[in-house]
């Protein structure tokens, strides 16, 4: 079974975001809803600066839910968001219709599959 090895699940909601997502830094999250207490993950993001600003841009969503994890950099975000990305089902399992891209002016792969190469 995947895991996204994050924090959550939380209310998708501009005041839980500042509650809980408080270090500016890179980062991932996942967008989806609970269900019998299991997270179902619909969409898998990252940011490569500053994950609670990316979080907010997201607003509004259907998603009532978000998990999210800090990085330690933006290639560790983009790598665990193709991992990620990949572990639940990529465009046919998610809402995200194509491949996690590589920051501009990067040349990293993802470190599942050849996209990049």
């Known amino acids: 079974m995947a895991t996204l090895?994050?924090?959550g699940s939380y209310d998708f909601n501009a005041p839980e975001i500042d509650r809980v997502v408080t270090k500016t830094s890179p980062g991932n999250y996942a967008l989806g809803y609970?269900?019998?207490y299991n997270f179902y993950v619909r969409y898998i993001g990252r940011s490569d600066s500053d994950v609670n600003k990316e979080l907010m841009a997201r607003l509004p969503?259907?998603?009532l839910k978000f998990k999210y994890s800090y990085a330690t950099s933006a290639k560790a975000a983009f790598e665990k968001e193709c991992q990620n990305y990949?572990?639940?089902g990529g465009s046919v399992g998610l809402?995200?219709?194509v491949?996690?891209?590589c920051p501009v002016l990067t040349n990293w792969e993802?470190?599942?599959c050849d996209i990049f190469s």
């Open 34 to 36: 609970v269900k019998e």
């Open 61 to 63: 969503l259907k998603h």
């Open 99 to 101: 491949h996690p891209n």
């Open 86 to 88: 990949h572990a639940f």
């Open 5 to 7: 090895g994050m924090l």
């Open 95 to 97: 809402e995200n219709r």
């Open 110 to 112: 993802c470190p599942r």
